[in-house]
């Protein structure tokens, strides 16, 4: 699963209207599951002043300066921009040892839409976005949670260096 263009584009801005916590769409529009609709709800929303909107039909957790911080598509497509490694969370076909399905190569390098090094080579946003797996098998489900709860807080902590930078 991956995201359209249109989500992508609307991902790349930072200046959406925040709202709160929009409701699902109705079930034939979703494009998310509830699985991992509910996950990104229980990473996200503990942060204060996160926000969500639901894009052609996908979750986005929002900063209150309408920065897009996370979003999720299908069952297990999630990415959050928080510029740090995904480690081990990376999924497995961004993972060094194993190469990358989507471009064929492990050494994508860093660049303005893919950087192997925090996990997010072929994704198609920016290099602060990552990749990570919703579902680590490596890793317990309680530490996978911990572990993309604090992706989540540190995009959150970035949007907000950024939006006083801007201010």
């Known amino acids: ?8 584009a609307w991902l790349g801005r930072d200046d959406h ?3 709160g916590w929009a ?4 079930a034939p529009e979703c494009r998310c599951t509830p699985a991992l609709t509910e996950l990104l709800v229980a990473i996200a929303r503990p942060v204060r002043g996160t926000a969500c909107a639901w894009v052609h039909g996908v979750p ?8 897009p911080i996370a979003c999720a598509a299908g069952s297990d497509w999630l990415v959050i921009r928080s510029a740090q490694p995904a480690g081990a969370l990376a999924p497995r076909a961004d993972r060094p040892e194993t190469g990358n399905s989507e471009t064929g190569n492990s050494e994508t390098g860093n660049s303005e839409t893919g950087n192997s090094e925090t996990g997010n080579s072929g994704i198609g946003l920016a290099a ?3 990749r990570c797996d919703p579902w680590a098998t490596d890793t317990t489900f309680t530490r996978t949670r911990q572990l993309l709860h604090a992706q989540v807080r540190r995009a959150f902590d970035r949007a907000t260096e950024r939006a006083t930078r801007r201010a």
């Open 23 to 26: 409701p699902p769409p109705p």
């Open 60 to 67: 986005v957790v929002l900063h209150p300066s309408g920065a």
């Open 1 to 8: 699963m991956t995201i359209d263009d249109a989500v992508r």
């Open 128 to 130: 602060d976005w990552v």
């Open 17 to 19: 209207d925040v709202t």
